[in-house]
């Protein structure tokens, strides 16, 4: 009797969304996961990229500074998994994330200004990097905006929205349209022949 309980239980649960439920909250973890390396992977980038432009072009220091200090906002929110929990927590993360690709994106355009280091090797591969983990920044995000989708629905629909409401799942925040357009242009840089009156700056020693 005692096994017939369990399987009737079993099949309740099955049917009320209880297994989509686990299957799909592991696939925010997994998603979220891989977003954190790949922010990781740009904040990682950013000192050698810093350092190479600052060679060619410390005058620009407001524009150093700016990706500096974003980049350090970004470092002082602690990203743990619970974060996906927390609505306020997640936007917090969400607006630091978007202020350090704007402040890159000005920090490249700047570049454009400066022909020799538009040509400097170290710049060059810094910035091919860059570009790729933009690239797959974009996919773990729209990754992780799938898997939390699939999950929001089972919350709000019924029946899985009374079992929702019995083991507690509540919706999860989500990247907004607005910011994924903004995360969908990465930052680049035209290494196109230099400009007539080039700079002639020389790294700084």
Same mark, same amino acid.
Do not use: H
């Given at each position: 009797?005692?096994?017939?309980?369990?399987?009737?239980?079993?099949?309740?649960? *099955?049917?009320?969304?209880?297994?989509?439920?686990?299957?799909?909250?592991?696939?925010? &973890?997994?998603?979220?996961?891989? %977003?954190?390396?790949?922010?990781?992977?740009?904040?990682?980038?950013?000192?050698?990229?810093?350092?190479?432009?600052?060679?060619?072009?410390?005058?620009?220091?407001?524009?150093?500074?700016?990706?500096?200090?974003?980049?350090?906002?970004?470092?002082?929110?602690?990203?743990?998994?619970?974060?996906?929990?927390?609505?306020?927590?997640?936007?917090?993360?969400?607006?630091?994330?978007?202020?350090?690709?704007?402040?890159? *994106?000005?920090?490249?355009?700047?570049?454009?200004?400066?022909?020799?280091?538009? *040509?400097?090797?170290?710049?060059?591969?810094?910035?091919?990097?860059?570009?790729?983990?933009?690239?797959?920044?974009?996919?773990?995000?729209?990754?992780?905006?799938?898997?939390? &989708?699939?999950?929001?629905?089972?919350?709000?629909?019924?029946?899985?929205?009374? $079992?929702?409401?019995?083991?507690?799942?509540?919706?999860?925040?989500?990247?907004? %349209?607005?910011?994924?357009?903004?995360?969908?242009?990465?930052?680049?840089?035209?290494?196109?022949?230099?400009?007539?009156?080039?700079?002639?700056? $020389?790294?700084?020693?």
């Amino acid at each position: 009797m005692r096994t017939l309980w369990i399987v009737l239980l079993a099949t309740l649960l *099955s049917g009320c969304g209880y297994n989509t439920f686990q299957t799909t909250d592991e696939q925010i &973890k997994a998603s979220w996961a891989e %977003v954190l390396n790949q922010y990781q992977r740009r904040a990682d980038l950013i000192p050698n990229l810093v350092n190479t432009v600052k060679g060619y072009a410390a005058q620009e220091k407001d524009v150093l500074l700016g990706v500096t200090e974003a980049r350090a906002r970004v470092g002082s929110i602690q990203a743990t998994p619970e974060l996906i929990n927390d609505p306020q927590a997640f936007a917090k993360f969400q607006a630091a994330q978007g202020q350090l690709t704007s402040a890159l *994106s000005r920090l490249l355009v700047v570049a454009e200004n400066y022909p020799q280091l538009k *040509s400097d090797q170290n710049f060059r591969d810094l910035q091919a990097q860059l570009e790729g983990t933009e690239n797959r920044i974009t996919v773990a995000r729209n990754r992780y905006i799938q898997a939390v &989708k699939e999950y929001n629905v089972t919350v709000r629909e019924f029946p899985t929205n009374l $079992t929702a409401m019995l083991f507690g799942y509540k919706v999860k925040p989500s990247f907004t %349209v607005e910011n994924e357009k903004e995360i969908s242009r990465p930052p680049t840089v035209d290494f196109a022949a230099p400009k007539a009156l080039p700079n002639t700056a $020389t790294p700084a020693k």
